[in-house]
């Protein structure tokens, strides 16, 4: 179930990037994501663990590049502007949102490699 959910959400994100500046790199990145909630539901979790955990990785280390757009949000006074509009007016926005965006998928990743919780002993 926590794999349907994560796929639905994914497809979405993915969807919603295709008015974005830049629609093919981040459709493409949340639909990996998609796929891997997709794979972790048909394929041994052990198989599919290096190959979701090198891709947290990736995603990670291109979040840095993000990491001034943050600075630079928190020196904002008015933090609302992220939430607002959805065409960004300011660079800054733009790159938070990414940000944010990468470290939900690294999140996402990281539930779908979570072992299922054990079932309880039938008597």
């Known amino acids: 179930m926590k794999n349907a959910i994560v796929f639905v959400v994914f497809v979405l ?3 919603i990037q295709l008015n974005d500046p830049d629609p093919l790199l981040w459709v493409t990145l949340y639909l990996i994501v998609a796929a891997f909630a997709l ?3 048909l394929a041994p979790k052990p198989f599919l663990k290096p190959t979701i955990t090198a891709y947290q990785v990736m995603l990670l280390v291109y979040a840095l590049f ?3 757009s943050f600075v630079e949000f928190l020196t904002q006074p008015d933090k609302i502007e992220l939430v607002g509009q959805m065409k960004a007016e300011s660079p800054w926005i733009e790159g938070t949102r990414e940000l944010f965006g990468l470290l939900i998928a690294v999140a996402a990743l990281g539930f779908l490699k979570k072992p299922a919780p054990a079932q309880p002993a039938e008597n």
């Open 13 to 15: 994100f993915a969807a």
């Open 66 to 68: 993000y990491i001034p």
């Open 39 to 41: 794979l972790t539901q």
